[in-house]
């Protein structure tokens, strides 16, 4: 289900050759040759002084933004009525207090922020371009940043204070667009390949990076700072209280590669464990921060001999739990006129479990059946097996239709065919959860759905308390079927608790459903543990919700986990529309 925060890679053009010499020599003749008007309008500058290097760099940048806007047009991606909340909303920029609360805000509830992070692109929705080298496309979970608040504040009198804001990620290559005022960068994951590769060297030239820095996916705390974050760039720290960005948090210069969208911080020591996967060697990287988040402590190369998109990293008391699947990118596959992202099916899947300060030949990799994974529920240590449960898809939602097919006709038509039919199939990309038993003593693997097929469900959550520890519950999104396959995008019109403790018991684990109302969906759903808690499910699942027919959204905070199919204690009307995005956090903190 959640593709929902893959991104665009970051792709250095020039650290590998294609192994496809003839093809790249033959596009790159046909880029240079379309250039050389423009190179020729340059040499006609018959400049007799000396000119500084930066007018001359500064001269040619802007021929080049000439030449690609003369040659690159920019279409709308075509859209359905039914997917009007996946449109970006301009910025409210400061913070609005709102009065409308239906139900009552618990009085153990605690101080701090609900803040959702997901795609807004800054000049409309979606784009597609047409050029002589063919059409590039974004693909669908692109976008820029924008990050949603809402503040609770608890006055001395007991009454609470709400209220809300929203503002863009504000990422260098979001302001260089905002600064020309007008569509730059090309699309540069989906489409064909010479105009794929040509976006790549025109962004480049322009810009300095292929691709934007979208910082779209999650945002985290560590060591007190907030961070939003996505594959392709380094995490952005954020002032929580006025959403301004503080800058890029490269771990004191120690970090110089893609980031994580997951972090994890490892139980009992509160280091913060990332990754970082790129499409140039090295392919992944691991690395820990200290729990004062100014060192990096450990990293190193895993030696991984293909780009797997990884998505999520797990923990348990002494290891690290990494996913080597086969959904991929490769550049040389591109310059040799393939898709830079396939789902292979027929490639090698695997789990490595890797000592906290380990290296690639400390790894104990347990070979798997091939699959599609974006999220880990929770990773632990029980006896000599090590437990990864995730949600888990035969296959690969990313990136999307086949080159030349209309995408929402493409989505619409998969879940079409998935719903009346049954989505346990190989080409199935609806996931459900999932639960490998890895015993690090004999090597063998176990493993088997804990959900049965009558629901789709992704974006975990858990009491965070619980993360790389034993857990009994586990919380997530569920997929309207129905909505789905007739918005062509996945829509999530509940939410599910599962009682995964008992998962030795049963063939499948008890699952609990919180229906919400007709054409109404949630995004961004976390839980938020009770202040003082005993047990684990001591707490509240909350979440964005946007009613379709009424055009409204709204923040649902459901009963006390323990009652999670009754009705909402609270609902708070918003100012603003909030679109469908990915995830959410609860941060504990005194406003």
Not at 104 to 109: K, R, V, Y
Not at 301 to 307: A, I
Request: hydrophobic share 35%; proline share 5%.
């Amino acid at each position: 289900m959640v593709a929902c925060s893959i991104k665009a890679i970051q792709v250095n053009c020039c650290a590998q050759r294609p192994s496809s010499i003839t093809k790249f020599e033959q596009f790159k003749n046909q880029l240079l040759s379309s250039f050389q008007p423009f190179i020729r309008d340059l040499q006609r500058l018959h400049i007799k002084l000396l000119v500084p290097h930066a007018i001359i760099k500064k001269t040619s940048i802007e021929l080049v933004h000439t030449f690609t806007d003369s040659v690159f047009q920019f279409t709308d991606h075509e859209s359905f009525p039914s997917q009007s909340n996946f449109g970006p909303v301009e910025e409210v920029g400061e913070a609005i207090y709102i009065s409308d609360v239906q139900g009552t805000i618990p009085s153990d509830f605690p101080e701090g922020v609900y803040i959702r992070n997901g795609p807004n692109p800054l000049f409309g929705g979606f784009k597609s371009t047409n050029s002589i080298f063919g059409r590039s496309s974004h693909i669908w979970v692109e976008g820029e940043g924008m990050l949603h608040a809402l503040y609770f504040k608890k006055g001395r009198d007991g009454k609470w204070s709400v209220s809300y804001n929203n503002k863009h990620v504000e990422t260098e290559t979001l302001k260089m667009e905002k600064q020309r005022n007008t569509l730059s960068f090309l699309p540069a994951i989906e489409g064909d390949s010479p105009a794929i590769l040509s976006a790549y060297l025109l962004n480049f030239m322009r810009f300095g990076t292929v691709n934007k820095l979208l910082s779209n996916t999650s945002i985290f705390e560590h060591s007190g700072k907030f961070y939003a974050a996505a594959e392709n760039h380094l995490p952005q720290e954020i002032d929580i209280q006025t959403l301004n960005m503080l800058g890029s948090w490269d771990v004191n210069g120690s970090w110089k590669r893609p980031f994580t969208a997951h972090p994890k911080k490892a139980p009992g020591s509160g280091e913060l464990v990332m990754m970082g996967v790129n499409a140039t060697k090295p392919f992944f990287e691991i690395g820990i921060t200290s729990d004062d988040g100014r060192t990096l402590v450990h990293k190193a190369d895993l030696k991984f001999k293909r780009c797997s998109l990884c998505h999520d990293i797990g923990v348990t008391m002494r290891y690290n739990v990494i996913l080597d699947f086969p959904l991929t990118i490769d550049v040389q596959r591109l310059a040799n006129g393939g898709p830079l992202i396939k789902y292979e099916k027929s490639g090698y899947a695997r789990i490595g479990v890797m000592p906290r300060y380990g290296d690639a030949d400390s790894v104990r990799w347990f070979q798997v059946e091939p699959c599609c994974v974006f999220h880990i529920i929770n990773t632990f240590e029980d006896g000599d097996e090590v437990i990864l449960w995730a949600f888990r898809a035969r296959d690969s939602i990313i990136p999307g239709p086949d080159l030349g097919l209309n995408k929402f006709e493409w989505f619409s038509s998969r879940f079409k065919n998935e719903c009346d039919t049954n989505f346990d199939s190989d080409e199935s990309f609806f996931s459900q959860a999932y639960e490998w038993r890895l015993n690090m003593k004999t090597g063998e693997v176990k493993e088997r759905f804990l959900t049965g097929k009558s629901h789709s469900m992704d974006f975990p959550m858990i009491n965070e308390n619980f993360t790389g520890l034993k857990n009994i519950y586990g919380y997530a999104q569920t997929v309207d079927l129905d909505a789905s396959s007739y918005s062509g995008i996945f829509k999530c019109g509940g939410l599910a608790k599962l009682y995964l403790g008992d998962s030795k018991q049963r063939d499948y684990v008890k699952t609990e459903y919180h229906k919400l109302p007709n054409n109404t969906f949630c995004t961004g759903a976390t839980f938020v543990a009770k202040p003082g808690g005993t047990e684990e499910d001591d707490g509240w699942v909350i979440a964005f919700v946007h009613d379709e027919q009424l055009d409204i959204s709204r923040v649902c905070i459901i009963v006390d986990a323990k009652n999670f199919t009754s009705e909402p204690v609270a609902v708070i009307a918003l100012p603003s529309r909030v679109p469908y995005g990915f995830h959410g956090a609860f941060m504990s903190i005194i406003l």
